[in-house]
T-cell receptor, first 114, second 111 residues
């Protein structure tokens, strides 16, 4: 039973560039949430996707956008990268009809903006 | 906005000792979760709590959902070296998927 997978593992970008991160949910899960984890901090909620729509959004600017595909996989896009966007980006999946709020995390994508 | 305060920030203990850490919130949560994160990995779910006063165990780990619904506790008994890592509490206040995380407690275990 495959868990949550994310790609790429690491990424280095320059200020002003755009980046796309990818996530495949755990088998049987249909809901994907994205979190940003700065060094030494807990994860911060970016947004959640269910049925290919953004269901809830955290306090992040419009530069952060996402998409969910019919197979439940998801992408996180960040435009006009800033140095402060350097962080570990975590994807978490859950089952809409399952135990409430039990989210399972992938290993993350480490984004470095120079 | 909602914030979780997790304490202690770090702990350095001897193998075999028991560990306690806690998490408090300025507002009520309906769900409390405890995660462990190893370096270079994503958080791994340890225990989920759904009712005020609930006490749940997972092996050597025991967690409680505070009666006021504004706090939660995690205890680890007879610590071993593989318990090393960062422990996060997380709460949810509604029927949405947004989890609010604490700042984490870093645990180091001396063999």
């Amino acid at each position: 039973d495959a868990g949550v997978t994310q790609s790429p593992t690491h990424l280095i970008k320059t200020r002003g560039q755009q980046v796309t991160l990818r996530c495949s949910p755990k088998s049987g899960h249909d809901t994907v949430s994205w979190y940003q984890q700065a060094l030494g901090q807990g994860p911060q909620f970016i947004f959640q996707y269910y049925e290919e729509e953004e269901r809830q959004r955290g306090n992040f600017p419009d530069r952060f956008s996402g998409h969910q595909f019919p197979n439940y996989s998801s992408e996180l896009n960040v435009n006009a990268l800033l140095l402060g966007d350097s962080a570990l980006y975590l994807c978490a999946s859950s089952r809409a009809g399952g135990p409430a709020h039990e989210q399972y995390f992938g290993p993350g994508t480490r984004l470095t903006v120079t | 906005g909602q914030q979780l305060n997790q304490s202690p920030q770090s702990m350095f203990i001897q193998e075999g000792e028991d560990v306690s850490m806690n998490c408090t919130s300025s507002s009520i949560f309906n769900t409390w979760l405890w995660y462990k994160q190893d370096p270079g990995e994503g958080p791994v779910l340890l225990i989920a709590l759904y009712k005020a006063g609930e006490l749940t165990s997972n092996g050597r780990l025991t967690a409680q959902f505070g009666i006021t619904r504004k706090d939660s506790f995690l205890n680890i008994s007879a610590s071993i070296p593989s318990d090393v890592g960062i422990y996060f509490c997380a709460g949810n206040s509604g029927n949405t998927g947004k989890l609010i995380f604490g700042q984490g407690t870093t645990l180091q275990v001396k063999p």
